[in-house]
């Protein structure tokens, strides 16, 4: 399997060094100049651990040469697979310093999805926790291992049971600390990481991004974010995810030289105490998690008056919603709307409320070119809705191993195909509308219905099945599931059950299954998946509406 590779056609790449957006550094080498400027400072908090950029630069050192020492190769990748533990934090810029790609996972991804990710990715080694949440990630490393034999090696970050064939990862920083490896730098134009998607159609596909791209969103967006020296950033949701890894997220705090500070949890319950004791000064939400958060904060006896800006993105924030934060909270709300693919829009700290409010925000760089098309690819008029196609500066040409994936979601001029529907408004700004194709936006989760109703295909009780999203109060969008029964209609449990069983993300459980005979169709005799679906999502709310 080649080494991914993001290649921009040359007129563009040199007109973005000249406008200075790719500036030639590397992570590793932004560590690094970070912990020479300031060692002494916190980098990272989290549990028990404090680390100084001095120490977390020199972990990551170690890191780099334990891999190498290991016979990882720069170019190999690795799937990373933990928590929020000052451990991502070390083992990500061990790995850029080697040159050694991570592929980021989700806490909540399972053995099925994690296959899907060595196996597409072609890794080499897996790097988890050993538990989290309840769930004990060796025991999936085994499984992994059985199944993905080119995954030669696993490191836990934490204890190993007395039996398990796997390195710590403190074992592997003591051999990496007397090793006399030199890892070489790799080159800004590199691709530093697979990020994943979220899998509109079918399975995740791998996101390949550049040190030059990626770190010019983190320079901008602090910029645009006010993230500084004096910030404090707490991560609470998975910084697994784009949105908190990168806009500006954790990785735009450690490029600032600020605090990032890690929560187990988004719940208020694990991040409130971390914000007074902190001092945390900006963070990121998914709409649902907003909600709880402004349910919670007046009666909590912990003093968040150091929190200045809540950014929320991820999913669609809705105006009356919006409008809520800055009284409620005392803090200025951010819009985000971006994408792991690259394409990130805020609104602006000091845009007027009406702009906060009402709009997902513009693009970080005045070189990200936005089309607004419709189904035949014309342009629409400012103020219509149509698909949204970008490139840009940071937006990815392709994905990583995925043919169909790119022939269906990039144009031949270079433009990434979104999926989602937007109207443009004075100012550029954007306003989310909805998504073209059929996956379900579960509280800033992606789900792909295509996977689903695949899973669901697979279990003997069932003859067809569509995976349908449904408006929800509180999580956005929930996932409902439609089954014509073969034989013996199952249980809605065991169909929850099933999916489960199947190695999911517990995310991708349908939160509501319905039963029905058939699936209507049309004179014509059939119909689209698509519009299949949306005959269903119609029928089910009409009903409901009934009842209500
Ligand atoms: P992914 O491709 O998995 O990184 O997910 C990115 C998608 O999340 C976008 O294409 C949008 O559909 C959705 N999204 C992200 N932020 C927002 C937002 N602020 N409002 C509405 N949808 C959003
Ligand atoms: O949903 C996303 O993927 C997302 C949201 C906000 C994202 O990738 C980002 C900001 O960078």
Sequence with gaps: MEIPRQIWPEERAARYRAAGYWSGETFGAMLRERAQRHGDRLAVVGGDTRWTYAELDARADAIARGLLERGLKPGDRVVVHLPNIPEFVSVIFGLFRAGILPLYALPAHRITEIEHFATTGGARAYIAADGHDGYDYRDLAAELQRRVPRVEQVIIAGALREHDPYVTLAALEAEGQASAIEPVEPKSSDVAFLQ???????????????????????RESNRICGMTADSVFLGALPIAHNFPMSSPGFLGAI??????????S????????????????MTSLVPPLLLVWMEAAPASRWRLDSLKVIQVGGAKLIPEVARRVQPALGVTLQQVFGMAEG????TRLDDPDDIIINTQGRPISPDDEVLIVDDHGNPVPDGEPGHLLTRGPYTILSYYNNDAANARSFTDDGYYRT????????????QVQGRANDHINRAGEKIS?????DHLLAHPQVFDAAVVSIPDEYLGERSCTFIIPRGEKPRAVAIKQWIRSRGLADFKVPDQVVFVERFSETAAGKISRKELRAALRAQLQQSEEKSA
């Design 196 to 218: 994943i998607s979220g899998g509109s159609t079918g399975l995740s596909k791998l996101i390949p991004r550049t040190h030059d791209a990626y770190i010019y969103t983190l």
């Design 255 to 264: 490029h600032a030289g600020a605090r990032v500070v890690l929560s187990p």
């Design 266 to 281: 988004p719940s208020p319950e694990a991040g409130f105490p971390l914000i007074e004791r902190e001092g945390v000064t």
């Design 343 to 346: 394409l990130v829009n805020y």
């Design 419 to 430: 999926g989602d529907i937007v109207c443009r408004l004075p100012g550029g700004y954007l």
């Design 449 to 453: 219905a295509e996977e689903i109703e």
